[in-house]
């Protein structure tokens, strides 16, 4: 029983069919559609034939999903095909109590703890702890500390770290190796874009469409219709950077980050392919101006200093973002002269300017700025019209 689609026996197997790009190749070969689909329609849990199956079937069916995903890796069907997937793998963990070294966790014993601390740490002497409890406190679990520190996204008080370890309980091993999945599966994803295949096309809309229904709800379609922004449901990093950020900042805030979220939550919501153009979204650039490069604007001039007094060229490098081109007034039929960018990924975000990303509760799983807002808006929705319980969207990305 395959416990990591990423390590040990999983990787065997790739290799056996001559690594990853060649078992994609032959998955069309040794897979049916409606099999592979059974990983992402189960509801309340995964089913035992998902849980018990050959080796084989599990990573052929497991790397079928992210061929279908590479068709458009982002949105909403990555979070929800991540989480499903993790979820079956985490239930097998479960189950047989161990991790396999998956993630670089490995089991601690008694032995390994100084007694004073493992008292400390598990509550031993405090009466009222029930044995479920106190099971979870129980530290059975280490992690080398330069692992636990890229698969982990709490904060490091919540762990006891010894001699480059982090000691866990089961509750927080779990936790990690959620994280660890979440990285290995964008990593893979990121290595596997822009594949083409017939195949896969029909796989990723198959599979978009079966989560589509069951989230009761066209808000993520492609066919969506544009809706009018909440700027209350933006995530924190958007917000930050409406209200206007100081120079080292306004340029990736404003007219990378903020041009492009808004744009797309404004207008498409959920690109159908990778190279949408605002053209096949809106009637005129009029729209573009008056609800997205406006507020862009706003948003420079509350900057210090306000970004477009300081750099008035920029402007053109907005609408470029928009895939104008580089220009201050385009015509719709400039729509597609460069690439619509797509609003980077929250790592990326991180990466060039960390101090706008402050994540909130919901940005717990979350991989894109979009992602959380598309998110709110459903639970927003299903709050508002009752409907969607339990679809498992509300969760999707928290893997
Ligand atoms: S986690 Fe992502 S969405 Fe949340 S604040 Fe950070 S960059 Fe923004």
Same mark, same amino acid.
């Given at each position: 029983?395959?416990?990591?689609?990423?390590?040990?026996?999983?990787?065997?197997?790739?290799?056996?069919?001559?690594?990853?790009?060649?078992?994609?190749?032959?998955?069309?070969?040794? !897979?049916?559609?409606?099999?592979?689909?059974? /990983?992402?329609?189960?509801?309340?849990?995964? +089913?035992?034939?998902?849980?018990?199956?050959?080796?084989?079937?599990?990573?052929?069916?497991?790397?079928?999903?992210?061929?279908?995903?590479?068709?458009? +890796? $982002?949105?909403?069907? %990555?979070?929800?095909?991540?989480?499903?997937?993790?979820?079956? $793998?985490?239930?097998?963990?479960?189950?047989?109590?161990?991790?396999?070294?998956?993630?670089?966790?490995?089991?601690?014993?008694?032995?390994?703890?100084?007694?004073?601390?493992?008292?400390?740490? =598990?509550?031993?002497?405090?009466?009222? %702890?029930?044995?479920?409890?106190? =099971?979870?406190?129980?530290?059975?679990?280490?992690?080398?500390?330069?692992?636990?520190?890229?698969?982990?996204?709490?904060?490091?008080?919540?762990?006891? !770290?010894?001699?480059? $370890?982090? $000691?866990?309980?089961?509750?927080?091993?779990?936790?990690?190796?959620?994280?660890?999945?979440? /990285?290995?599966? #964008?990593?893979?994803?990121?290595?596997?874009?822009?594949?083409?295949?017939?195949?896969?096309?029909?796989?990723?809309? @198959?599979?978009?469409?079966?989560?589509?229904?069951? *989230?009761? #709800?066209?808000?993520?379609?492609?066919? !969506?219709?544009?809706?009018?922004?909440?700027?209350?449901?933006?995530?924190?990093?958007?917000?930050?950077?409406?209200?206007?950020?100081?120079?080292?900042?306004?340029?990736?805030?404003?007219? &990378?980050?903020?041009?492009?979220?808004?744009?797309?939550?404004?207008?498409?919501?959920?690109?159908?392919? @990778?190279?949408?153009?605002?053209?096949?979204? &809106?009637?005129?650039?009029?729209?573009?101006?008056?609800?997205?490069?406006?507020?862009?604007?706003? *948003?420079?001039?509350?900057?210090?200093? +306000?970004?477009?007094?300081?750099?008035?060229?920029?402007?053109?490098?907005?609408?470029?973002?928009?895939?104008?081109?580089?220009? =201050?007034?385009?015509?719709?039929?400039?729509?597609?002269?460069?690439?619509?960018?797509?609003?980077?990924?929250?790592?990326?975000? /991180?990466?060039?300017?960390?101090?706008?990303?402050?994540?909130?509760?919901?940005? /717990?799983?979350?991989?894109?700025?979009?992602?959380?807002?598309?998110?709110?808006?459903?639970?927003?929705?299903?709050?508002?019209?009752?409907?969607?319980?339990?679809?498992?969207?509300?969760?999707?990305?928290?893997?």
């Amino acid at each position: 029983m395959i416990l990591d689609p990423f390590g040990g026996r999983a990787a065997e197997i790739i290799e056996e069919f001559g690594g990853l790009m060649k078992t994609l190749m032959i998955i069309p070969d040794y !897979v049916d559609p409606d099999e592979v689909i059974k /990983r992402v329609s189960w509801e309340d849990k995964p +089913p035992d034939e998902l849980i018990d199956m050959n080796d084989i079937e599990d990573v052929l069916g497991f790397y079928a999903l992210l061929g279908a995903l590479s068709i458009k +890796p $982002y949105g909403f069907e %990555v979070e929800e095909v991540m989480k499903r997937n993790a979820e079956i $793998y985490l239930h097998r963990i479960r189950l047989v109590g161990r991790f396999d070294g998956a993630a670089g966790i490995e089991a601690v014993g008694r032995e390994d703890l100084p007694s004073r601390d493992a008292f400390i740490l =598990e509550r031993r002497g405090l009466r009222g %702890v029930t044995p479920e409890e106190r =099971e979870n406190l129980r530290i059975a679990y280490r992690i080398h500390l330069s692992d636990f520190l890229k698969f982990w996204e709490g904060s490091l008080k919540d762990v006891y !770290v010894r001699s480059g $370890y982090a $000691y866990l309980s089961k509750p927080q091993a779990l936790e990690v190796w959620r994280g660890y999945f979440r /990285r290995r599966f #964008s990593e893979v994803l990121r290595s596997i874009e822009g594949l083409e295949s017939e195949f896969y096309k029909g796989l990723n809309e @198959k599979m978009g469409e079966l989560i589509r229904k069951r *989230a009761g #709800s066209t808000l993520y379609t492609g066919s !969506v219709k544009a809706q009018p922004l909440r700027f209350d449901l933006f995530p924190p990093c958007v917000r930050m950077a409406l209200e206007g950020v100081p120079s080292g900042m306004r340029n990736y805030a404003i007219t &990378v980050l903020l041009t492009s979220f808004l744009s797309y939550a404004r207008f498409c919501p959920n690109p159908s392919r @990778k190279d949408v153009r605002l053209r096949d979204c &809106v009637q005129s650039v009029r729209e573009v101006e008056e609800e997205v490069v406006s507020v862009v604007i706003d *948003a420079g001039n509350r900057c210090s200093p +306000p970004l477009f007094e300081d750099q008035p060229n920029e402007i053109k490098n907005v609408w470029y973002h928009l895939g104008f081109g580089f220009t =201050e007034k385009p015509s719709l039929d400039d729509s597609g002269s460069s690439v619509w960018y797509f609003p980077p990924n929250c790592d990326k975000i /991180r990466a060039n300017v960390p101090q706008l990303c402050n994540p909130d509760e919901f940005c /717990r799983g979350i991989r894109n700025p979009l992602t959380y807002y598309l998110r709110r808006l459903f639970r927003e929705k299903q709050r508002q019209g009752g409907d969607g319980a339990g679809t498992g969207a509300e969760g999707g990305g928290d893997g």
